[in-house]
């Protein structure tokens, strides 16, 4: 898959932190080995980077009870995704039943064609 440099550009944080999907990362790396704008580009976003862990400009603190907050919430938003994905399975379960004993009944009850 062939990308431009604009979009490897807009591509540099998420692939350089690590989190960008297999087939963006493989696109990524591939225009880098082509490309000696944007391999520079690369390379100075990730020695900023890197200063700045050695560095270390900033320091978040977080109170204990934020990270509880955020599994909470996260849990909260999985739970119901599983309560809708457990209510659309057992809706089609239903139907399909129902379509199956309609097909059935018909099968057997249905009018003799002669």
């Given at each position: 898959?062939?990308?431009?440099?604009?979009?490897?550009?807009d591509?540099?944080?998420?692939?350089?932190?690590?989190?960008?999907?297999?087939?963006?990362?493989?696109?990524?790396?591939?225009?880098l080995?082509?490309?000696?704008?944007?391999?520079?580009?690369?390379?100075?976003?990730?020695?900023?980077?890197?200063?700045?862990?050695?560095?270390?400009?900033?320091?978040?603190?977080?109170?204990?009870?934020?990270?509880?907050?955020?599994?909470?919430e996260?849990?909260?938003?999985?739970?119901?995704?599983?309560?809708?994905?457990?209510?659309?399975?057992?809706?089609?379960?239903?139907?399909?039943v129902?379509?199956?004993l309609?097909?059935l009944?018909?099968?057997?009850?249905?009018?003799d064609?002669?």
């Amino acid at each position: 898959m062939e990308i431009t440099c604009d979009i490897v550009m807009d591509l540099v944080d998420v692939y350089t932190n690590g989190i960008a999907s297999e087939d963006t990362a493989n696109a990524v790396r591939e225009h880098l080995k082509t490309c000696p704008d944007c391999r520079r580009h690369y390379d100075e976003y990730k020695k900023t980077l890197d200063n700045e862990k050695k560095n270390k400009y900033f320091v978040v603190e977080k109170s204990p009870d934020f990270c509880d907050d955020i599994i909470l919430e996260s849990v909260n938003k999985i739970s119901k995704r599983l309560k809708v994905r457990r209510t659309i399975r057992n809706v089609t379960s239903v139907v399909a039943v129902i379509v199956s004993l309609t097909v059935l009944l018909k099968g057997v009850f249905g009018e003799d064609k002669k």
